[in-house]
């Protein structure tokens, strides 16, 4: 299983990025996929996930009116897009799946088994 996350960087806040994970090695139909942040001095912490069988989304209140998950199949990529940004949105951001997790919002409250390497995202104020 391979989760390569690309896309972060500086932005002011009020801005928006997109991030991308790309998977590989397994068959991106079947388990839940996930975005998840860790800021300085805080917990990592989930800010969407998707379940690959039905698109089923679950992103917690404070992101879900400014973040969207979405799936692009043909290129088997995750995709965080991330608007109005706001400086406590600065963290580094993972993508990671849990093979034997089909629930977007089992993934989102628990803690995955594969990782991917983490993107930067800084928002300034």
């Known amino acids: ?3 390569q996350a690309s896309g972060g960087g500086l932005v002011q806040a009020g801005g928006s990025l997109t991030l991308s ?3 590989s090695g397994f ?3 079947r388990p839940a996929i996930g975005w ?3 800021a300085p001095g805080k917990e990592r912490e989930a800010v969407a996930c998707l379940s690959t069988n039905n698109d089923i989304t679950y992103l917690p209140d404070f992101v879900k009116y400014r973040f969207a998950i979405s799936r692009d199949k043909n290129q088997n990529t995750i ?3 991330m608007n109005n940004l706001r400086p ?3 963290g580094v951001y993972y993508c990671a799946t849990d093979l034997g997790q089909a629930s ?3 993934l989102c409250h628990s803690r995955p088994t594969e990782w991917g390497m983490g993107t930067l995202v800084t928002v300034s104020s």
Do not use: H, K, M, W
């Open 1 to 3: 299983v391979q989760l």
């Open 21 to 23: 994970c790309a998977a």
């Open 27 to 29: 068959t991106l139909n």
């Open 36 to 38: 998840f942040r860790e």
């Open 79 to 81: 995709n965080l897009q």
């Open 88 to 90: 406590e949105d600065t």
């Open 104 to 106: 977007s919002y089992a």
